[in-house]
């Protein structure tokens, strides 16, 4: 069986091997063809309609790009290649619907993914392909777990072909300029023992990915319409699962259509409740903290509320209640802790090996803007915002 070629309006022209595109002709890699890769961001960035399946293919290409690179000075065969490559291909393929929206709800929330792909990679239709190529599942899942030194490192370190490819293609589809990266920077990949590091000549580039990072979380992943419209929807997930209507184990073989016409189907309160998400027909902002305007004691109550989603789901029902809302029309949205963790991407020297954030101000500086971008927020119904906001002054300002 000859290579393929897929067509990619990021990189190009994608070559697949015989065994990657077995993969990808599997009813579970297709299945990707139907889980946005940014979730609801869509509602706001409209062209952001792509796929798990396109940045699986883009990652497998950002991949092989490093390996290239890598293979130069660090001896890696032919075989140990394809794994990283299909590792790479595989590393998203049980993601849930609507990709990372449900991860606060989710058991194992964002690890969650990870964890049910151990089950896709040995238990379907993939493992078959990966044994009639002489590889096993085990292998594959060595790769994607960190377990096979810098093979694994390629596509699960600080800066890798994961984050360079989303960095590409979410900037891409959202029509915004804020994710351009130097494509330069694949250049400056070296391996140093089991280490992925960059060449000290790389460190401004590693700075425009830091910088490319750093504003599509700011002003896209993270748009606080986004955010209400995802804090919606795990609600509405959070309940059906609640009432047995929905099951947990069910959701990574699901798409988004899949998700939405079940929860449809249940009737009542879900049918109302996805459709008014479908018409953006969102909650509004009435209450908001930055991470500067609370001390450290008030961070780490608030940080330890989010670890115990139905404490939240406990205090939004109080909230209501004391308004005269619906279960519903308050939610509280804590974000996870601002770090920048491909800050600590390594850098090499001929004195040694040190952290791109201790070589760069201009890395000190986004870490600071990053934090200060974090914001505690409590959403509600436009009539019901200055109820909420004066309630939630006197639960948390205090």
């Not at 280490?195 to 425009?208: A, D, I, N, P, R």
């Not at 608030?302 to 005269?324: H, N, W």
Request: glycine share 4%.
């Amino acid at each position: 069986m000859k290579r393929r070629i897929i067509r990619d309006p990021v990189h190009r022209d994608i070559s697949l091997s015989p065994l990657e595109m077995k993969i990808v002709e599997t009813p579970e890699f297709q299945r990707l063809r139907f889980v946005k890769q940014l979730g609801l961001v869509f509602l706001v960035f409209p062209g952001a309609n792509h796929t798990r399946f396109e940045h699986s293919l883009g990652t497998k290409y950002v991949a092989e790009l490093i390996l290239n690179r890598v293979t130069e000075e660090k001896e890696i065969d032919s075989e140990e290649t394809e794994l990283v490559k299909v590792a790479a291909l595989l590393h998203d393929a049980a993601h849930p619907p609507f990709s990372h929206t449900l991860d606060v709800i989710l058991p194992g929330g964002e690890k969650w993914h990870e964890i049910r792909t151990e089950k896709v990679v040995k238990e379907t239709e993939i493992a078959d392909c990966i044994h009639k190529h002489g590889y096993s599942p085990q292998e594959i899942i060595d790769v994607l777990r960190g377990r096979r030194g810098i093979l694994s490192k390629v596509i699960r370190s600080d800066v890798d072909a994961d984050r360079l490819d989303y960095l590409l293609r979410d900037a891409y589809f959202c029509g915004v300029a804020y994710g351009i990266i130097d494509r330069r920077v694949l250049d400056e990949f070296r391996a140093v023992n089991d280490e992925l590091v960059f060449s000290h000549k790389g460190l401004q580039l590693v700075v425009t990915v830091l910088f490319a990072r750093f504003e599509m979380y700011t002003i896209v992943y993270n748009h606080k319409t986004v955010q209400i419209a995802a804090s919606m929807l795990n609600r509405i997930v959070y309940r059906a699962l609640k009432e047995k209507l929905l099951n947990e184990n069910d959701l990574y073989e699901m798409t988004d259509c899949d998700l939405l016409y079940t929860l449809k189907s249940c009737g009542g309160y879900f049918d109302k409740a996805i459709r008014r998400l479908e018409r953006r027909k969102l909650l509004k902002q009435a209450y908001s903290k930055s991470w500067s305007e609370m001390d450290q004691d008030k961070r780490e109550e608030v940080l330890r509320l989010r670890e115990t989603p139905e404490k939240i789901f406990k205090l939004e029902e109080e909230i209501s209640s004391e308004i005269g809302a619906e279960d519903d029309k308050v939610i509280i949205h804590i974000p996870p802790k601002p770090e920048i963790k491909e800050a600590e991407v390594k850098v090499v020297f001929k004195e040694g090996i040190c952290r791109a954030s201790d070589l760069s101000p201009i890395i000190k500086s986004l870490r600071e803007a990053y934090i200060e971008s974090w914001n505690f927020s409590v959403f509600t119904v436009e009539r019901k915002r200055e109820k909420v906001k004066k309630l939630c002054e006197s639960f948390f300002d205090d």
